[in-house]
C-alpha cells in the first residue's frame, strides 16, 4: 500500500492498533509502531475515570467480553507520554472522553498543548456503572462541537454500530469530526455454567470475531447512503483479509484491538504481513518474447 494519511498521520499500512488495555502502556506502544503498526490509539484518557469498579475480561469462544471503562493513569502523566511520542514523531492517536463537553474541550486543548497531532473521541463506552442507554445525535453533536472549537487538532468520533447510528454519524460530522471509528464495542453477555448468572455480573462490551459482519454492513450502508469522510472501521479484525474487506466496504482504514490479546506482537506481525500480500499492486505480467513490441513495423 502507498503512503497515506490517516487524521494528518503518514501511514504505510492501513493496519492500525485500536484503544484498550494493550495500549495503556508507553512501552506497548513504542513496541507496536516499531513492529509496523499504522498508527496507535492509546487507551481513553478521562480526567475523572471511575473508581472501584471490578474491571475484568472474559475471553470467549468468539471473542472478548470486557468490563473495562478509561485509564486510570493521570492526566498529568498521559501529557508527558504523549509529548515524549510527539517528540519522537510517533503515529499516536490520543483516545480521549470526559464527564462533559466542556471537560473533554479542555482535556483535548491540553492534549493538543502536550505535541500531539490526532485525537479520537471514546464516548461511546457503554461500560460505566450507569451504562450508555441514551448516546443520541444531540449527544454526539455536543461533545463533537465542543471539542472542534477548542483545538484544530484532527479528530475522529468513536461510534457503536446500533439503532440510529447514522443520524449519530452525520451528528459528528456537523460538529466538525474529520473522520469517525465504527464501532466501539457492542452489548453482550455470557452465562456461567456454574452459577447460571451473568459473568462479570452484567451486560459489558463484546468485540470480536462475532462483531465484524455487522461492522461491515454498517460502514458499506454509510458509504451507499453518501457519507464520505474518512472510516476506521474497527471490530473483529484478526487477520490481513479482514482488514482487506474493510477496505473494500470503504473503510479507510482498520483498527485492530481484540486479536492482538493473544501472541500480541507475532498476531501484529502476522496481520501486517497478510494485509501488504493482499493490498500489494498487482505486478503487470512481463511481456511475451514472441510479441512485437507496440507499434514495431512488421514486413
Given amino acids: 500500500m502507498p503512503d497515506t494519511t490517516i487524521l494528518g498521520l503518514p501511514i504505510t499500512t492501513p493496519v492500525i492498533v485500536g484503544s484498550g488495555l494493550l495500549t495503556d502502556q508507553e512501552r506497548n506502544v513504542r513496541k507496536l509502531i516499531s513492529r509496523g503498526a ?12 471511575p473508581q472501584g469498579l471490578d474491571e475484568r475480561i472474559l475471553r470467549l469462544p468468539v471473542g472478548m467480553l470486557n468490563s473495562t471503562t478509561y485509564s486510570k493513569r493521570s492526566v ?17 492517536i490520543a483516545s480521549l472522553h470526559a464527564d462533559s463537553p466542556a471537560e473533554l474541550a479542555a482535556l483535548a486543548k491540553d492534549v493538543e498543548a502536550a505535541g500531539s497531532r490526532a485525537l479520537e473521541l471514546g464516548i461511546s463506552c457503554l461500560n460505566e456503572e450507569e451504562g450508555l442507554e441514551d448516546d443520541n445525535p444531540d449527544r454526539v453533536y455536543a461533545y463533537t462541537s465542543e471539542t472542534r472549537n477548542s483545538t484544530s487538532l484532527p479528530l475522529s468520533v468513536k461510534l457503536a454500530i446500533g439503532e440510529g ?36 455480573d452484567g451486560v459489558f462490551g463484546y468485540s470480536g470475531p462475532g462483531i465484524k459482519p455487522l461492522v461491515l454492513a454498517a460502514i458499506w450502508q454509510l458509504r451507499r447512503r453518501g ?22 466496504v470503504g473503510a479507510n482504514a482498520a483498527q485492530v484491538y481484540t486479536a492482538l490479546h493473544t501472541d500480541m506482537y507475532q498476531t501484529l506481525d502476522r496481520i501486517l504481513a497478510e494485509t ?5 499492486p498487482q505486478n503487470t505480467p512481463p511481456a511475451r518474447a514472441d510479441r512485437e513490441p507496440q507499434g514495431a513495423m512488421t514486413r
Fill in 165 to 200: 447510528m447514522q443520524d449519530r454519524v452525520r451528528a459528528a460530522i456537523a460538529g466538525g469530526a474529520n473522520a469517525v471509528t465504527i464501532s466501539d464495542t457492542i452489548s453482550g453477555a455470557a452465562v456461567s455454567p456454574t452459577t447460571g448468572g451473568l459473568e462479570l
Fill in 276 to 280: 501488504r500480500e493482499l493490498t500489494a
Fill in 76 to 92: 498529568n502523566h498521559w501529557l508527558q507520554v504523549l509529548r515524549s511520542f510527539a517528540d519522537d514523531k510517533l503515529p499516536v
Fill in 227 to 248: 457519507i464520505d469522510l474518512p472510516v476506521l472501521g474497527c471490530g473483529g479484525i484478526a487477520s490481513g483479509q479482514d482488514v482487506a474487506d474493510y477496505l473494500n
Fill in 38 to 49: 499504522g498508527a496507535v490509539v492509546t487507551k481513553t484518557i478521562h480526567p475523572n475515570p
